[in-house]
């Protein structure tokens, strides 16, 4: 997210007290070079800042590109701009006919943005879910690097498997601030019958914007192989994930291990 949000720029001259410098001092300070933003990335900031406070809901209609310029005292041309770079960042979508709509979880397109696994053969579905415990501790020193907390603070823990098609694929674990998803029950986990994400968004008023993400070979231990009904000692992808919200929060850790028996990780460069 674009820091600042100024629609111009403000110099400042460095007084010394009234007087000018000695003759021969040979003393120079520079003041600092004042930083540039475009004006469309200044608009993209200021619409962006309308998406994380609530203004526009996930899914909700944006005001047309005409009205943002009113609203912003800028030509519609830049407005178009900034939210052509929205929409390339998954923050908007823009639907044909009928104008711009904040992204939201909860579309099919959206949904298999973050689960990168692809079946070998057939149509990427969705997986079964099995919570295995859902619990409030205090953060690990790692976790509560990640996700830029103090080591102690509140968060919840979730494990679970997920399934394809009756096989056991993939076992997780996530770490998300105790703060941010006060009343998240693994009852509740289990009766929501959408993509996490979407609870998340609907319910706990946080959005995952982007991922980092962190893959390595690994080997199945006892207690991993048991929950994937697989031998100890078969190959994993490890996934560590951290989920950034608006600004770049983080507001998930997540550690997923994957059977690729009948399965690959994909993912799209661009």
């Given at each position: 997210?674009?820091?600042?949000?100024?629609?111009?720029?403000?110099?400042?001259?460095?007084a010394?007290?009234?007087?000018?410098?000695?003759?021969?001092?040979?003393?120079?300070?520079?003041?600092?070079?004042?930083?540039?933003?475009?004006?469309?990335?200044?608009?993209?900031?200021?619409?962006?800042?309308?998406?994380?406070?609530g203004?526009?809901?996930?899914?909700?209609?944006?005001?047309?590109?005409?009205?943002?310029?009113?609203?912003?005292?800028?030509?519609?041309?830049?407005?178009?701009?900034?939210?052509?770079?929205?929409?390339?960042?998954n923050?908007?979508?823009?639907?044909?006919?009928k104008?711009?709509?904040?992204?939201?979880?909860?579309?099919?397109?959206?949904?298999?943005?973050?689960?990168?696994?692809?079946?070998?053969?057939?149509?990427?579905?969705?997986?079964?879910?099995?919570?295995?415990?859902?619990?409030?501790?205090?953060?690990?020193?790692?976790?509560?690097?990640?996700?830029?907390?103090?080591?102690?603070?509140?968060?919840?823990?979730?494990?679970?498997?997920q399934s394809?098609d009756?096989?056991?694929?993939?076992?997780?674990?996530?770490?998300?601030?105790?703060?941010?998803?006060?009343?998240?029950?693994?009852?509740?986990?289990?009766?929501?019958?959408?993509?996490?994400?979407?609870?998340?968004?609907?319910?706990?008023?946080?959005?995952m914007?982007?991922?980092?993400?962190?893959?390595?070979?690994?080997?199945?231990?006892?207690s991993?192989?048991?929950?994937?009904?697989?031998?100890?000692?078969?190959?994993?992808?490890?996934?560590?994930?951290?989920?950034?919200?608006?600004?770049?929060?983080?507001?998930?850790?997540?550690?997923g291990?994957?059977?690729?028996?009948?399965h690959?990780?994909?993912?799209?460069?661009?």
């Amino acid at each position: 997210m674009v820091k600042s949000l100024a629609m111009s720029s403000v110099l400042s001259n460095a007084a010394n007290n009234g007087a000018a410098p000695a003759a021969g001092a040979g003393t120079s300070v520079s003041a600092p070079s004042p930083t540039f933003s475009p004006l469309y990335q200044q608009i993209k900031a200021l619409i962006t800042q309308s998406l994380q406070s609530g203004e526009w809901k996930p899914g909700e209609l944006i005001p047309s590109e005409v009205e943002l310029a009113n609203r912003f005292k800028v030509s519609q041309g830049t407005v178009r701009k900034a939210i052509d770079e929205l929409a390339a960042e998954n923050l908007v979508v823009r639907r044909q006919g009928k104008g711009t709509f904040v992204a939201t979880h909860h579309e099919v397109r959206a949904q298999y943005r973050f689960l990168r696994l692809m079946p070998d053969v057939g149509e990427p579905h969705h997986p079964e879910n099995r919570i295995i415990e859902v619990k409030r501790l205090r953060a690990p020193a790692e976790v509560a690097r990640l996700l830029e907390m103090k080591s102690g603070d509140p968060v919840v823990f979730i494990k679970r498997v997920q399934s394809f098609d009756g096989a056991p694929t993939i076992v997780e674990e996530l770490w998300l601030p105790g703060t941010l998803f006060k009343g998240l029950t693994a009852e509740r986990l289990i009766e929501y019958k959408g993509p996490m994400y979407g609870l998340f968004e609907t319910e706990f008023g946080t959005r995952m914007i982007r991922a980092t993400e962190r893959i390595r070979a690994v080997i199945a231990d006892e207690s991993n192989a048991e929950l994937l009904q697989i031998s100890v000692g078969t190959p994993l992808l490890s996934v560590e994930r951290v989920s950034l919200t608006y600004g770049d929060k983080p507001v998930e850790v997540r550690r997923g291990l994957y059977v690729t028996q009948n399965h690959h990780y994909q993912n799209e460069l661009s």
